[in-house]
């Protein structure tokens, strides 16, 4: 499929375990940036990378890890998913990071941990 | 820091209501303001965006005009519909950052009776 996908779009976890949230986009896009949302406090950066191997910390990266290795995908990781990573986590992306270019989003993944 | 002020919602209104969405901004520079949509069950999609002082986005009938001097972004429209029931999301990304990073407002919920 064409466009920017995410998986699982739902996960039940408990605490202590490892999690990965996959992002895939179709577009070559060169930036990747992951949110978390939450009532309240909308959409937080996790973290964002500019290419292959290039990524950096958002407003809220603790307990989550990113990798990325291909262009096209930038999983993130929850090493010991905790209670408060309980959100909907969206993937984005674009295809510069300066001017107006348009971030697209994913459909998102909602993730419990119980 | 940078931060977004929205609006607490839910908004509720009937169809072919005025709706008014107030956005304002803190910045230490020159933003550009976007508004993005959330449709219920779906991630987020550009709505309209304004790059400088006095600019106005719209689209699909919504208008938001950029005032530097109030250090707001509102957004409005002249005659709702049912369809247009979403999260709306004020954001700022700063000109120049050149990894094009978004920083969302909370998030106003627009519900829109028949």
């Known amino acids: 499929d064409a466009g920017i996908t995410q998986s699982p779009r739902y996960k039940i976890t408990e605490t202590g375990r490892q999690v990965t949230l996959m992002c895939h986009q179709t577009?070559?896009?060169?930036?990747m940036f992951w949110y978390r949302q939450d009532l309240g406090h909308g959409l937080r950066l996790i973290y964002y990378?500019?290419?292959?191997?290039?990524?950096d910390k958002g407003e809220v990266p603790d307990g989550y890890v990113v990798s990325r290795s291909k262009t096209e995908n930038f999983p993130l990781t929850l090493e010991s998913a905790t209670r408060s990573q309980t959100s909907v986590y969206f993937c984005a992306s674009s295809d510069r990071g300066e001017g107006l270019h348009e971030q697209f989003f994913g459909p998102g993944t909602r993730l419990t941990v119980l | 820091g940078n931060s977004v002020t929205q609006m607490e919602g839910p908004v509720t209104l009937s169809e072919e209501a005025f709706l008014t969405i107030n956005c304002t901004y803190t910045?230490?520079?020159?933003?550009?303001l976007f508004w993005y949509v959330q449709y219920p069950g779906e991630g987020l999609q550009l709505l309209l965006k304004?790059?400088?002082?006095?600019d106005k986005g719209s689209n699909k009938g919504f208008e938001a005009t950029y005032r530097k001097e109030t250090t707001s972004f509102h957004l409005e429209k002249g005659s709702v519909q049912v369809s247009d029931s979403a999260v709306y999301f004020c954001a700022l990304r700063m000109t120049t950052d050149s990894w094009g990073k978004l920083q969302f407002g909370a998030g106003t919920q627009v519900v829109v009776t028949p």
């Open positions: 910045a230490t520079g020159y933003p550009s």
């Open positions: 990378s500019a290419a292959a191997d290039i990524t």
């Open positions: 304004a790059t400088k002082a006095d």
């Open positions: 577009w070559s896009h060169s930036y």
